[in-house]
């Protein structure tokens, strides 16, 4: 059981009861594009096609969802209006466990000061690291 | 296979249209996050890909099936998807089905003409 970190808002509920249906909205050719160009062996049924256009596009629903119900939340109030910002996606992506494949893909965005901190501090933290790792990786007997 | 990085995007108008129906009425999605969204989805059908292929060749099995899909969506953390996946998935499953049984019924018919054109739906692809 894999418990998220953040506690499970009643936002949490699907969207709009939807009905099962076997129409797709996204094109099955570019799901099938997509599919190949990262699986090892080719065959796709059809079966499988159809089941993953359509897991794409719940996908799709779930995020601008969450994003939605994070807007909201952080909406303070004055008249701020109720659009998903890409923040809002990015801090989403941090927070949940599951989203934690799309770390690289919706990065938070940092100014161009704070990137050259990073990369100073990460410089003089390499060799420390390299140090640390090359003492604690002793092998017992 | 692909040639351009381009072909890995799914269309825009299309994933516009699933935010919109998925958001409350006057919600709106900034330009740059519509895009994330987009770029999302499609790194989201790679990942689920690769991880139902590795399931299935953990079993042995050489093709990905619905089942190998709908399991990795659960170790994925992704289990509220499964339910209504599995609905359409029967739907769909039953469409497959009366498409060949219209088919099937309709070459039956074309063999003896005496019984005059069948009347199937036209399939829609």
Redesign the interface.
Known sequence: M?E?KTPKTPT?Q???Q?K???DT???LS??R?????????G??????L???T????????????E??AL?AKQKTGTGT??????E???QL?NRN??LE??LQ??PEKIRVHEFQEMLRMNRSGVSDDDDESGSGSDSDE | ??ERIE??N??NA??S???K????D?????K??RA??T????????????SA?ALAHQQNH?????RD??ET?TQ???E??VP??Q??????????KNKKESKASKKEANADISSGPAVAEVPSE
């Open positions: 894999v998220p949490q699907k969207p709009a939807r099962p249906s076997a909205f996204l094109p570019r799901v594009t997509i599919m190949k160009s990262s699986m090892d062996t065959l796709i049924t059809n079966e499988v159809f089941l993953m359509k897991c794409t596009e719940l996908f799709v629903q779930h995020l601008a969802h994003a939605h807007t209006s109720d659009t998903v910002k890409y809002h996606l990015s992506v466990k599951n494949f799309l893909i919706v | 296979m692909v072909d890995l799914l269309p299309v994933i249209r699933l935010i129906d998925a958001l409350p006057g919600a709106n999605v900034s740059e996050g994330a969204i770029r999302s989805a499609s790194v989201f059908a790679i990942f689920l890909t690769s292929t050489k093709t990905i099936t619905a899909i709908l969506l994925l953390d992704f509220s998807f209504s996946l609905q359409d998935l029967e739907v769909y499953r039953q469409m497959v």
